[in-house]
């Protein structure tokens, strides 16, 4: 049983920062793979916002590129998202993903 529970949303101000986290369960630690990071707002259509593969490489959307940096701790199968810089269009809910499973989601204000 595969399972994504994201944890780290919350209200900050303009400018402030938020780390993201992804606790990853039911995954070997063998193959290959890739995570990543999506978000959506009321009315907006699902963006992804960062990916990365079992080899470290990464890609971020372009909305997020230079504020935002993904990284992932194998070995606890966590997935984090480092945001900063934040202004009030990165207000969504963020979802953690791998494959076809996604979290449950962890709300971002900022205002």
């Known amino acids: 049983h595969v399972q994504l529970v994201e944890s780290g949303g919350g209200t900050v101000k303009p400018g402030g920062s938020l780390r993201l986290s992804c606790q990853a369960s039911?995954?070997?630690?063998?193959?290959?793979?890739?995570m990543g990071w999506f978000r959506q707002a009321p009315g907006k259509e699902r963006e992804g916002v960062a990916g990365i593969d079992s080899y470290g490489d990464t890609t971020y959307g372009d909305s997020v590129k230079g504020r935002f940096t993904i990284s992932k701790d194998k070995d606890e199968n966590m997935l984090y998202l480092q945001m900063n810089s934040l202004i009030t269009e990165d207000t969504a809910m963020y979802y953690c993903s791998r494959g076809d499973t996604r979290g449950q989601g962890t709300q971002v204000t900022v205002s």
């Open positions: 039911g995954y070997g630690t063998s193959g290959s793979y890739c």
